[in-house]
């Protein structure tokens, strides 16, 4: 109950105090590129429920913009204001609308699209039993994911067999050890990384 009331008091909170910044956010879109200003995508919630995630759309519209495509580690696509957007974080301003209606936490393992969450299903059972988050330690951990993928040969594979065993590790990690504390020492590491390179 203190988590859901701290959810809603400061996802409210932020979205009417960020309002300026996300019209701004709507505008620069718009004029950079045309198109949504908003990137909707279906991931897996709470007792492997679906849901819409919200985020500001950072990268060229076109025909596979809402499809479930891999394609973190290619920045081809990714506009102007889009690199700009990911660097900070600002991209996922949106999820505050989905904390406040329900579909997910500020603090909690992130979720992930159907694919993913198929091809380990055992630990997916345990780790969605608590509903995903806008961020985690392993968000903290794997801040700059896109440029580690960027490197490899095979972003997906490597995403498959490394990145995403080690984010599953951490979400149990954190299902087993979770606390008000705990969430708010998350929230201030969070912050505290979008200003390390």
């Given at each position: ?5 701290f959810?809603?008091?400061?996802s ?85 609308f ?29 780790v969605?039993?608590m ?7 392993a968000?903290v951990?794997?801040?700059?994911e ?52």
């Open positions: 109950m203190v988590k859901r009331a959810d809603i008091i400061i409210a909170t932020g979205l009417i105090i960020l309002l300026p910044l996300e019209i701004l956010i709507a505008l620069v879109i718009v004029i950079d590129d045309g198109g949504s200003v908003f990137f909707k995508q279906k991931r897996i919630g709470l007792n492997q429920r679906p849901f819409t995630l919200y985020k500001f759309r950072s990268m060229t519209a076109s025909n596979n913009t809402f499809k479930e495509n891999f394609d973190a580690g290619d920045k081809s696509r990714v506009t102007k204001i889009g690199t700009i957007l990911r660097k900070t974080k600002l991209d996922e301003l949106p999820q505050l989905n904390v406040l209606i329900g579909d997910m936490s500020l603090v909690g393992p992130r979720p992930e699209v159907e694919k993913w969450v198929d091809i380990y299903p055992q630990q997916w059972a345990f969605l039993t509903k995903p988050g806008i961020t985690d330690n968000a951990l794997f801040r700059n896109e440029d580690i993928l960027a490197k490899v040969s095979n972003p997906e594979m490597y995403y498959k067999e490394i990145i995403l065993p080690q984010k599953l590790n951490i979400y149990s990690e954190y299902i087993l050890n979770h606390s008000f504390t705990v969430d708010i020492l998350i929230i201030v590491k969070t912050i505290l990384s979008i200003f390390k390179k």
